[in-house]
C-alpha cells in the first residue's frame, strides 16, 4: 500500500505543480510528462490500491499531460502602449494599457483583465512581467517636435520603443530598437543600457549606475552622420548632427502566457483523489 501511496503522491505532486508554479519550460518536456504518466499507471495497476484514489489521479493527470505536450510553451508577448497584439499561440488578442495598468486578453467575447497577479483563464495563466522601455523625442533646433515614424517605412511609431532586439557593445549584452525622423531623412538606433551595465563603463558621460540610451543617428542609407553618436543618461535630452533626442526609461509590463491544466478537469482528479483518501482513513464500522 505504501508503494501506491508514493506513487500517487508523484503523480498528483508533477501534475499539481504545472498549475502552483507555472511557465517552467520542463512542463513541456516529454521525459517529464511521461514520468507522471508513469506514475500513474504504476498506482493503477498496483495489487494493493484504492481505486477511488488512483482514478482521481489518472484523470488529474490527463490534464497534466494534455497541457504539457499538447498546449504552446510558455512566451511572452510584447506591445507599446495601446496596440493590441495578436497572439496566435492562443488565439487571442493582447491588448496593452495607455497608462501602464492592467494587460487585457480577448478571445471572441470573453475578455479577462490581467493586474499586479495571476489571472487563470481556461488551460493558461497570464501575468505581467515588467520591461524597461524607452520613450523617445525628437525635435529640431528651434524645439518644435518632429514626427516619430517606422524605420521601414512611414507608418507613425509609438514614441516608446520596445527594444526587441539585441547587440554586443564593450562586450555587454545590450537591447536596441529604431526609429526614423522623415523631416532630417535620417534613421536612429537607440540602445539601452541599464544601471547595472553604466555602473560597468569607463569614462561615461552619464553618472554610473543610471540607465541611459546610447544613440546612434544614420542616414536613409544606414551611412554613419558625422557628429551622429551621443549618450544621455534617463530623462536627459542631447543634440546629435543637429537633431535634439530625449530617451526616458521606463517600466512597462509585458504579457507572460504560461500553460496549465485545464483546471475544472484538474479540480475533479483532486476532490476523487481526496474521497479515495479520506475513504481509506475513515475507521471500520464495527458489526455487533
Known amino acids: 500500500m505504501i508503494v501506491f501511496w508514493i506513487c500517487v503522491a508523484c503523480a498528483l505532486g508533477m501534475a499539481l505543480a504545472q498549475a502552483i508554479a507555472p511557465g517552467a519550460g520542463v512542463y513541456h518536456t516529454g521525459w517529464y510528462n511521461a514520468l507522471d504518466i508513469a506514475f500513474a499507471v504504476a498506482a493503477a495497476t498496483s495489487k494493493r490500491r484504492v481505486p477511488l484514489a488512483a482514478a482521481g489521479c489518472a484523470i488529474a493527470v490527463v490534464a497534466a499531460a494534455a497541457s504539457g505536450l499538447m498546449a504552446p510553451d510558455s512566451h511572452v508577448v510584447v506591445g507599446a502602449p495601446g496596440a493590441s497584439v495578436r497572439d496566435d499561440a492562443i488565439g487571442a488578442t493582447v491588448t496593452f494599457p495607455i497608462d501602464g495598468s492592467s494587460v487585457r486578453v480577448e478571445h471572441g467575447r470573453t475578455n479577462v483583465a490581467v493586474g ?21 523625442q525628437a525635435a529640431d533646433a528651434r524645439g518644435n517636435r518632429l514626427t516619430i515614424t517606422q524605420p521601414t517605412n512611414a ?25 526614423s525622423v522623415p523631416a532630417r531623412n535620417v534613421n536612429v538606433k537607440a540602445m539601452l543600457f541599464s544601471a547595472d ?21 544614420l542616414d536613409r542609407f544606414d551611412r ?28 512597462y509590463p509585458a504579457l507572460f502566457v504560461a500553460s496549465a491544466p485545464y483546471w475544472p ?22 458489526q455487533t
Open 224 to 251: 554613419p552622420v558625422p557628429g551622429g553618436i551621443g549618450f544621455i543618461a534617463s530623462g536627459g535630452r542631447t543634440t546629435i548632427a543637429g537633431l535634439t533626442l530625449g530617451a526616458q526609461v521606463r517600466e
Open 265 to 286: 478537469v484538474l479540480l475533479l482528479g483532486v476532490l476523487v483523489c481526496a474521497a479515495g483518501v479520506r475513504r481509506t482513513l475513515r475507521p471500520p464500522v464495527r
Open 116 to 136: 499586479g497577479g495571476r489571472r487563470y483563464w481556461g488551460a493558461y495563466v497570464f501575468w505581467q512581467q515588467p520591461r524597461e522601455v524607452v520613450a523617445v
Open 197 to 217: 551595465q553604466t555602473a560597468q563603463l569607463h569614462r561615461a558621460p552619464v553618472t554610473p549606475g543610471q540607465p541611459a540610451v546610447l544613440f546612434d543617428v
Open 155 to 179: 507608418t507613425f511609431l509609438s514614441p516608446v520603443l520596445l527594444m526587441q532586439q539585441n547587440t554586443s557593445i564593450a562586450g555587454m549584452n545590450v537591447r536596441f530598437d529604431s526609429f
